[in-house]
């Protein structure tokens, strides 16, 4: 505490120090180059330390005599050490680091205690609130510069590995982009593939996608969900790539026979995007060494839905479904989604069987099958979103 007159609170004190002697700066080395910010009650102090600092080759501080003015000028400043006293009026010591150890901006910030107090009680209080150093008055000049130095270089340490983290993130999430962006081509590519044997334009998996996400949307999923179903409703006719052109093409009405050979699809569909059995993975790691690198990499959870998708999405409601005959919430509400997108798009498109029919009369045709082919709840958040359908048929209209 200080009882002489009032001086100016907010100020640089150090400025007001004389300079060194040339001939002993330089024999002490370049001017450091840490930032400082002294907070003490009593100007004389703050000429003290600064002075000891100069000589020692410190040359950027700001400094406060008014602990109100503490943080505003902590914050302004972002030093990379702050001399803070204990005992002042308004506002203590503890005070000031405990908010500075709350804010994100200051938290990791050093902070060496100057106090004249020897109570153990204190100090340990003010280790506990994250000091980093204590500094006795009157201040040893022989303990100030180490301790402060000591400091800096930490500070510069923890800004390099705070800058290191911050570039490895970056690179992580560009890194982490750009596999993402690989795996939907790549999964867009699968879809296409079996698409094209029947659709020129590749658009129906698109758009069955798209509807598969809006109904998802209507039953309230996640953003994640969302994303999932889209993607993976894009391969539900994956099993299509072992089915005969002969049979994909017919303008006409398929025989039985021809329609069972159809049928197959879906199981072809699960085979091609589930993972291979232990017994084939055997097989194939003794074929070749980098099998065993292949196949150590971990199922995806977009494969696995586009699996059940694949196998089921030609399940029926009722019961009445192929290829399992899947009946009520026991076909996978990934499959019930995909059933409603994949038979509107059949619907409302051209195929090389049938001209394209209208939407209204789709949504009427689909509505007699509520309750039968059809999943009331899903093919209601459908309905539901209809302006959002439209949308999609105008965005993702097949080439004519």
């Known amino acids: 505490m200080n009882d002489s007159p009032a001086i100016p609170h907010h100020q640089t004190a150090f400025a007001a120090a004389p300079a060194p002697a040339d001939a002993h700066a330089a024999s002490n080395g370049p001017a450091c180059d840490g930032k400082i910010v002294v907070v003490d009650d009593e100007p004389v102090n703050v000429k ?44 203590s010591g503890l005070e000031i680091l405990a908010a500075l150890r709350q804010d994100e901006q200051t938290r990791h910030t050093p902070v060496v205690i100057l106090t004249a107090s020897t109570d153990r009680e204190t100090r340990i209080e003010a280790l506990r609130g994250g000091a980093n150093d204590f ?46 962006a690989s795996r939907r081509d790549i999964l867009h590519c699968l879809a296409r593939a079996a698409e094209f044997r029947d659709d020129d334009t590749g658009h129906h998996i698109l758009r069955v996608g798209r509807y598969a996400r809006l109904i998802a949307e209507g039953l309230g999923k996640d953003a994640e969900y969302l994303d999932r179903v889209e993607q993976a409703a894009q391969l539900h006719d994956v099993g299509k790539i072992g089915v005969a052109d002969a049979i994909l093409k017919k303008p006409g009405q398929l025989s039985e ?34 099998g065993s690198k292949v196949l150590s990499v971990g199922s995806s959870p977009v494969l696995e839905m586009a699996t059940r998708i694949a196998l089921t999405h030609h399940e029926r ?21 995909t059933a409603v997108a994949d038979v509107f798009d059949a619907l409302s498109t051209r195929r090389c069987y049938k001209d394209a029919i209208p939407t209204s009369t789709c949504f009427d045709m689909m509505s007699k099958e509520r309750g039968t082919h059809f999943d009331p709840t899903v093919l209601d958040a459908f309905f539901a979103k209809r302006s959002e359908v439209i949308d999609v048929q105008m965005q993702y209209a097949d080439d004519t």
Request: negative net charge.
């Open 48 to 91: 003290v330390v600064s002075r000891l600092l100069r000589i020692e080759g410190y040359t950027q501080f700001s400094s406060t005599s008014d602990a109100r003015d503490a943080l505003r000028l902590i914050h302004d400043e972002s030093p990379d050490v702050v001399l803070l006293d204990l005992m002042m009026p308004h506002v």
């Open 257 to 290: 026979q021809e329609f069972e050979l159809m049928q197959k699809h879906s199981a072809l569909g699960k085979r091609v995007l589930q993972r291979m059995s232990p017994q084939d993975e055997l097989t194939l790691r003794r074929h070749a060494d980098i």
């Open 135 to 180: 500094l006795n008055k009157p201040i040893d000049p022989s303990e100030l510069a180490p301790r402060v130095g000591n400091l800096l270089t930490l500070k510069r340490h923890q800004d390099r590995l705070r800058d290191y983290s911050r570039d490895l993130e970056a690179a992580v999430r560009q890194r982490t982009a750009e596999l993402e």
């Open 317 to 337: 409601w009722d019961g009445s479904g192929y290829p399992l005959g899947l009946q009520g919430e026991d076909i996978p509400l990934e499959g019930r989604i």
